[in-house]
């Protein structure tokens, strides 16, 4: 574990020493930040690969929210919320953003370090890339290759794709798949979910056809679509 660097986000200089001691002693390398946006400044301004983020909700300048937000906009990477409150709303909220974990303090030390040793272990056996025809995904590095060529996707036009590879072959309505890529807090107009399609059969190119509309109820990956469009 000598090379796996954990990120512990606290405004709490008490919390953070604890945690880095007790992942220390796991081998772990640990970064720490006190506010949210020195956090992103780590994961995405320095050169040192973050492999996991025990990330505290309430922060000055940015919150945990909007840190978790901007992390899975880009990045895969398992998240630990840590926050002092034990509301349903606030880990329902945290798991629909993305959150992998959620521990609520005063904690054991011991058992957040367990469940990192979890969530790691989890993440170093599942599949770094994924593939669907001639579409390749390489989920760590967030790039879509279309016959080994590189295309360019936003984040939103990513997930979306990855979204229909999970679900291939089913029919997946526009409320469906709002709910999933925007998150259930979105509340824009259903369109949005046609608008990133359009953009996404574009870039697709010649296998745009992958992509079927399924009438009357939205979407459909599939290799076999014939183009009903």
Do not use: C
């Not at 000598?2 to 604890?18: G, S």
Request: negative net charge; glycine residues 4%; hydrophobic residues 40%.
């Amino acid at each position: 574990m000598k090379n796996t660097y954990v990120l512990v986000v606290d405004d709490e200089f008490r919390i953070r020493k604890l945690l880095a001691e007790f992942l220390g002693r796991e081998g772990y390398r640990v970064l720490e930040a006190e506010d949210g946006e020195e956090a992103l400044d780590i994961l995405f301004e320095s050169e040192k690969k973050v492999d996991l983020v025990i990330l505290d909700v309430m922060m000055p300048k940015y919150d945990g929210w909007f840190v978790l937000e901007r992390i899975r906009d880009y990045l895969t990477i398992p998240v630990v919320m840590l926050t002092a409150r034990s509301d349903e709303y606030d880990q329902l909220k945290g798991f629909k953003l993305g959150a992998d974990d959620y521990v609520t303090k005063p904690f054991s030390p011991s058992v957040l370090v367990a469940r990192v040793n979890k969530l790691l272990s989890k993440s170093n056996r599942e599949a770094k890339e994924i593939n669907f025809g001639a579409i390749r995904i390489d989920l760590s590095a967030r790039k879509v290759y279309i016959k080994e060529e590189l295309i360019t996707l936003t984040p939103k036009e990513f997930e979306l794709l990855r979204y229909f590879i999970d679900n291939k072959g089913i029919a997946l309505s526009r409320d469906k798949i709002l709910n999933a890529v925007w998150n259930y807090d979105y509340f824009g107009d259903l369109r949005t979910v046609d608008t990133h399609i359009k953009q996404l059969r574009s870039k697709l190119g010649d296998y745009s056809y992958y992509i079927s509309t399924v009438r009357s109820v939205g979407y459909r990956l599939d290799i076999e679509n014939e183009i009903d469009n």
